[in-house]
Structures are given as structure tokens and as C-alpha cells.
């Protein structure tokens, strides 16, 4: 194994425990569903969640994973973490005291003993290495030059909660890394996952690797998979990834698409070197041939950056726009849930610029593609409507975050109209 020896601020010394009573049952104190149910298998250990730019502070280092760490030690992370947040404890709170999923709650309802049991994005992930074959320009490890291999195995983990009935499914997974499919136990994990029926699991594959458990879990429409293919041209790809294998990608792609899936998302990542119009055209091209079941788009991080550059933002409109109009279909703004003025500034950029495109029509003349169109149009405004009234403040009013009601509504729904594929998550 590839090790790699990472200082972090769970290498705690002793903290001081405050000498204040305990809170009483009836009491109300400061929780959140992440760290009574989260965990998330980072390179450096595990944390409750990790978010875009937040995340809770390490529960357990790689090191105690490699020693074996397991249920009890979660346990009593998840309470420490608990008591700082409430002030009972010193040490480090990491993005908690801010975070907007930190809510008032009865001190009964808190309990720590379940791993998942809701698809709370962020919530349960894998992204214990970051190794990968490729080297895209804005990916952070290439920036940092920072590949490593599986710092931990955390299967026994996860066992140590199942075998004690606390190991919850319905969560929303996000497998990714570096590359997943270039892990030894790839196979191993997604099954694991599979078998135990713990919820969606979103893939993140650049899709160089072709895996049958991947064709295999893509038909029975048991993952999601999501490529960032970021153009329609070998010669961008090789630049912008570090590797010619643009053809290997579509090849797989295509043999992806075969399956029958509706569970595979494309993602552009637009940089300064892959706005262009021959970037934008072929990456038209590219979906009308792999016709994926989303794709989504965000701009490169921008390292250092306080906003976005002006062609970032109109190729996005642009992209946007073209696939609305040929595709019949909205794509997705990857940065819904990254916060911050730059965030909130590309947003709203992004949206006047789409709607100043439709206003001036500039590709009247020019029409979509038959085949395939109204349906794919109807399938995508019924996924638009039901993403709408999931996010609704109405939702949040009858059917609060993390109540019963919400529970009993969810299991509803996938068992009559979450059935059909599309509208599962
Ligand atoms: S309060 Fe926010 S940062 Fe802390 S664990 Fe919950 S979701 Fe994560
Ligand atoms: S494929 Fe993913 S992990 Fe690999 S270099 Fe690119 S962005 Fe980074």
C-alpha cells in the first residue's frame, strides 16, 4: 500500500472537557444528520460529510482505520464532535458552527449509534486514495501533484455496524477518488454496496478503464455514472487530460450507453482550454451520440480567483443553451450547492446570459433533432418538476428534513412512482 503519513487536527492532543452538566433529555442542543448518521472515507480519515468547500473535521485518522478502528471508536467521535459543537468540549469544529445543516434539536433525539439511512448528498462517500491514470489540468491533485494510493480499507468499518443491525441503506454514495476503476477492489466495493442494498451510488469514472460490475450495475440501473468528457475533441482531451485517450472514452462510453441505462451523466468542466466553438460544436456531437441521461456543467475552480472570466460564463450560456435547443434537454449547474459571492456571482451570470440567448434567438433558423426529442423533452420536464418540488420550501414545510414524515414519504415514492428509473432519486 501506497502511505502516505498526513498531520491533521485529529492527531489531537488531550482536550479539555468543560465542567458543565450534561444536557438533560428535554434540552435543546445543536445536532445535524450528518454527524449522527455520516461518514465519509476521505484519503486522511473519515469525516462526517464532505461537501464542496465544507466538511466536518476529521472523526478518525487513516491511521486508526489501518489499526482497525471501528464501531465504539466511531461512536465516541461522533459524541466528542457533539459535545465541542455544544461547547462542552474544546477542539477543532471544521466547517460546523457556520453550517446551515446544524440545527436546534431535544437532546433525546440525538442518537450516534447509525451509519446512513437517508440520501443526504455529501453524507456517505469513498475517496480514501486519489491515484489516478489521468492528469487533468484542473483537478486539485494534479495541482498539487498529490496521487496516492488507498490509505485505509474500510469494509471491516462498515461490517463492524452491520453485523450490529445499524447499517442503514437509501443513502446517496459518491464513489470517486482519483480514479475508482483503477482500484484493485473495485469490484469488491461496489458489490459490497450492492449486495447490501445501501442506496444510489454515483460512480465518478473517467471511464479510460471499461468495467463489466460497471455495464453490469448501469443495466440493471443499480449506479449512476459520470464522466467528465469536457469536449468533443481528441486534441482538447490530450491536452486538458493529460492523456490521448479521447477514443478509448467514447468507446467505452458507447458500450456504457448500450446497457440501457438511464443512469449515465456526461459533465463539462469548462476551462480556458476547452471553450472554444469547435469544443462547444463537437461536444454537441458527442451527446447526440452517447445521449446521456444528464449532463451537467461547472467552470474550472479557478484557483485563487475572487469570479469567473467573462467566455467562462458565455460558454456555459452558450452549452447550455445549445442543448436545450437540440437536445431538448436542461442541463444540470453542477454549483447549486458551492456557496460564496464568486459562486452566487456565475450563477447569476450564467442565468442572464441563457435568457438573453433566448431572447435574441440566435440559432432560429436551426432545429432539433426529431428522433427521440419529445420524449426525451417530456422526461426531462417531468425530472426538471420533480427536482423543483424536492428542493421547494413547501417540501421543507410539510415534509421537514430528517423527520418521520419525510421518511415515510420517501419509502412512498420509490415504491410507486420512484420506480420508473428517471424519477427514482
Ligand atoms: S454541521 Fe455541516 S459541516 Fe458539520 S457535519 Fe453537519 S453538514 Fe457537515
Ligand atoms: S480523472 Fe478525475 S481524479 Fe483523475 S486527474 Fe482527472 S479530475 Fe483528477
Known sequence: MDLVQIQTEADRPQEAVR???????????KSCKYIETGFYFGEEGVRCCTHADI?????????????GAGYDLAIRRRREHFERINGLREGPTGSCLGCGHLKVKKYKDVNFEFLGGEPIPGGMGIQHFTKCNERCTYCT?????????????????????????????????????????????????LNYFLSHNLGTIVVYSNSTVYKQSIYDALKNNQIILTTSLDTGLPSTY??????????????????????GTSGLWLKYVICDTN??????WSFIMAVLAIRPDKVMMCPEFAYGEDHFPEETVAFAAKLWYLLERHYGFTPVDYTTAFKGPKWDRYRADLRSSVEALKAKKPLEGEFKLKERGWVRAAINRLVVAKDRALRSEMRERILPDGTARLKVARTAWLKTVGRVPFLRT
Request: net charge neutral; glycine share 6%; charged share 30%.
Open 19 to 29: 465542567q458543565i452538566a450534561p444536557p438533560s433529555l428535554n434540552d435543546s442542543v
Open 55 to 67: 466538511f466536518s473535521p476529521l472523526m478518525i485518522t487513516a491511521e486508526e482505520m489501518r489499526k
Open 141 to 189: 491533485y494534479t495541482v498539487n501533484d498529490n496521487f496516492i494510493g488507498p490509505q485505509y480499507e474500510f469494509l471491516e468499518f462498515l461490517e463492524q455496524f452491520r453485523k450490529r443491525g445499524k447499517l442503514k441503506g437509501n443513502n446517496w454514495i459518491d464513489f470517486s477518488g482519483g480514479e475508482p476503476a483503477t482500484l484493485k477492489n473495485f469490484d469488491e466495493i
Open 238 to 259: 490530450k491536452k486538458l487530460r493529460g492523456l490521448d485517450f479521447y477514443s478509448k472514452v467514447m468507446a467505452n462510453l458507447i458500450r456504457y450507453r448500450n446497457s
Open 275 to 280: 471553450r472554444t466553438e469547435d469544443d462547444l
